[in-house]
């Protein structure tokens, strides 16, 4: 059964920071690219950061880039998404994507920026 469970979300201020997990079972994690997406409300779904399987090539939002970094650890079947300088615009779920086709999703992790 394929699993990905993201965790790491919360409450955070303004410049803060948040280090989100997201462990995948029941695929071969190693050989798939991932992704993270969010959604704030009453927005659509938006893709925020890419990674490939080997951890060679990364891709950002131009919304996050240069705050965010993602990265993998095939050994733990997890990917992360390392969030600096939190903006209130941050606030979304979080939701962690792979597997053949991209067809994998988490249940998504609530992020709130808020003073």
């Known amino acids: 059964q394929v699993q990905l469970v993201e965790s790491g979300g919360g409450l955070v201020q303004p410049g803060g920071s948040l280090r989100l997990s997201c462990a995948a079972s029941g695929f071969t994690f190693s050989i798939y690219g991932m992704r993270w997406y969010r959604q704030a409300p009453g927005k659509e779904r938006e893709w925020v950061a890419t990674i490939s399987s080997t951890n060679s090539v990364t891709n950002y939002a131009d919304s996050v880039k240069g705050r965010f970094t993602i990265s993998r650890d095939n050994a733990k079947n997890t990917v992360y998404l390392q969030m600096n300088s939190l903006k209130f615009e941050d606030t979304a779920v979080y939701y962690c994507?792979?597997?053949?086709?991209?067809?994998?999703w988490g249940q998504g992790t609530q992020v709130t920026v808020a003073s």
């Open positions: 994507n792979g597997g053949r086709s991209w067809a994998y």
